[in-house]
Structures are given as structure tokens and as C-alpha cells.
């Protein structure tokens, strides 16, 4: 059966999705906008190359989809957005050009989507967008932007992992001596486990980047694995930190953890794990209900706020609230975490509909 476009975005409820081709600066991106009720679908443009463009499509889906439920948790007025550019993150040459170029394309969206920068981007990509285009968040703090995300996504995965912990025990959330694996110390790892060492807990790591696996050892005394290896190492937490989809149907069978928080994006690849995961009586932290730290920060620059530290700490530190949440509703309707909160989120936007935005 041929692939359907429309019906891939029907199936999830996506209200637009564009496609940009302009071959004079090698760009070729998708941007997928899910749900407006709350407001401008805001989401980062991830920068990654595909085994074909239905694998792209279908990422860009996931992830636009997952913003609507991040942000309607986090309590924010925003919507899902969230971009590809299908190319190498390595590219160097002509690079500038290409996001100014992905500017012009946000401008075509009128402000229906915001993006910022995500995994293979950088402030500075963002930067280069904002020299066409108003549409973008993230930018530098000198500049009157929120600047990087990274660290207040760590931040809000280690308060999810210390409500996990509180659920577990009844009553502490401390994370001392506890023995987390973290897949992944890029952007957002490396700051979760600088976070995880400075509360007492003993860190494994893993990637793909040698150089990024010595800092860690080498600056917070994390133990490193192979990529492989990573799913063996007995641990409390398990953290996935990098692509999605690495808990699945083979590697849930080599998990030895009680929680899996990590930040992530769509760490399942579907429904299907549900029942593995119960049958472990595993923990699974909803990665958009704890991973929107990032998204929280960002938003400040949609508000005006700039860089309003206070004000997002203290949402960040809400992902805590939001997590402990998430688990006792999943406890009291008897359903697996990752549909309750999507439940918890959908409540919010139906509640939302047909009232006039502020």
C-alpha cells in the first residue's frame, strides 16, 4: 500500500504540515505544526539525516505531537510545533546561508510556528534565523534571549527522577547513592549528570562521542560503557539521553532499573512496550511530561521575559509537581503513565476549546 502524507498527519491530528525544498542552499526541511488551542506551536528544528523521507516524516510527527503534550502540561500557553532540516549536523560549509534560508520559510507560516534550537542545532544556527525571520526562540542572552535550554531540560529531568524516587519509597526523593546510566551525554546529558554527581549519585554513561564520555569521567567521576553495554549496567535509573526509540522490544529485556527517566524524545516506539514496562514494574517517566524544561525556558523569550531566571526556575522545578502527577493518576486509574498523561494533557485542551485565547 502507497504511503499516505495526509492520512500520517490525520492519524495524529496535525492541523498543517509544509514542506520546504530550496536545493541553492541544500535545504530540505518539514515543518509540522499539531495543535494551536493554547497558542503558537512552538518546537525546535532538529538537524539530522534520514533513511528516507518517511522516516523523516514520521519524526516529525512524533515530535510535533509530543510538544502539544509537553507544553499543555507544563501549563503553558503554547502549541506543538517542531521542524526537521534533513542534512548532516556536521555540515559546515554553506551552513549559514541554509538557516537564513529556514527563516524565510518560518515567515511563510506567519507565526503559527516558533522554533528554537534542538538536537544537530545550535544558539548560533538560531541566530543565523533570526537575521530573517522573528519566529524564532532561543536566542543569545546578550541579545535579550533565553539562550541555551539545555541546562533547564537537565534540571527538569533530575526534579522527575526525584519525584520518581518519592513515589517509589513513599517519602524520599533523595537521589544519593543511587546508580543512574545515562544514554547520552550531549547538550542535556552532560548537565543532568554534573546535576546527578553534585546530589550523591553514582553515574554510568555512554555516546557516541568519545571526547564527550572523557569529560564526564574526568569532571564528575561518571563510570563509562559502550553503547551496548549501556542496557546491562544494573542501575536504579535508567536515563536515555540521545535518539528515541532505544527502549524497545529488545533492550527492555536487559534493563535491570526500577525507573526510566530520561530526556529524550519519543523513547517508545509505541503502545506496545506498555505491558513489558508494567511487567518489570519499571517506573516510566512520560519523557514529555518531564523533559519540557527546555520549552519552559524558551517560552520566557515568547513572553517577553527574556532571560527571567527566577521565574523559570521556578516553573522547571514544577516538572516535580507534574511528575509525581502523572504517577498517581496513573496509579488511581490503573493505566500505563505514558496514556495518562497524554489523558492529563488532552483534558486541558478540551477544556481550552472554544474559550478566546488572552
Known sequence: MAYSVLDACAARGHEQVAFFNYPEVGLRAIVAIH???????????????????EQALDDVLRLSEGMTYKSALAGLPLGGGKAIIMASPSLSEGREKLFEKFGECLNALAGRYISAEDMGTSVKDIMCVRKTSSFVVGTELDKGGAGDPSPWTAL????????AVAHQSGED?????????????????????????????????????????????KEFGAEAVSLDQIYDVPCDIF????????????????????IIAGAANNQLPDRSLYAAITEKRIIYCPDFAINSGGVICVSAEVASRGHDTGWIKEKVQGIFGTTTKVLEEAKRRGRFTEEVAVELAKERLAAAKGRPRP
Open 173 to 217: 526523593s533523595s537521589l544519593r547513592g543511587k546508580r543512574v546510566a545515562v544514554q547520552g551525554v550531549g547538550h542535556v546529558g552532560m548537565y543532568l549528570v554534573d546535576l546527578l554527581a553534585k546530589a550523591g549519585a553514582k553515574v554510568i554513561v555512554c555516546d557516541t562521542h568519545d571526547s564527550a564520555v572523557q569529560k564526564a569521567v
Open 239 to 258: 536515563s536515555p539521553c540521545a535518539v528515541g526509540q532505544t527502549v524497545n522490544s529488545e533492550t527492555i529485556k536487559r534493563l535491570s532499573c526500577s
Open 35 to 53: 495543535d494551536t488551542t493554547l497558542g503558537p506551536g512552538l518546537g525546535g528544528c532538529r538537524m539530522r539525516t534520514y533513511g528516507s523521507e
Open 156 to 163: 527538569g529531568v533530575y526534579e522527575a527522577m526525584r519525584a
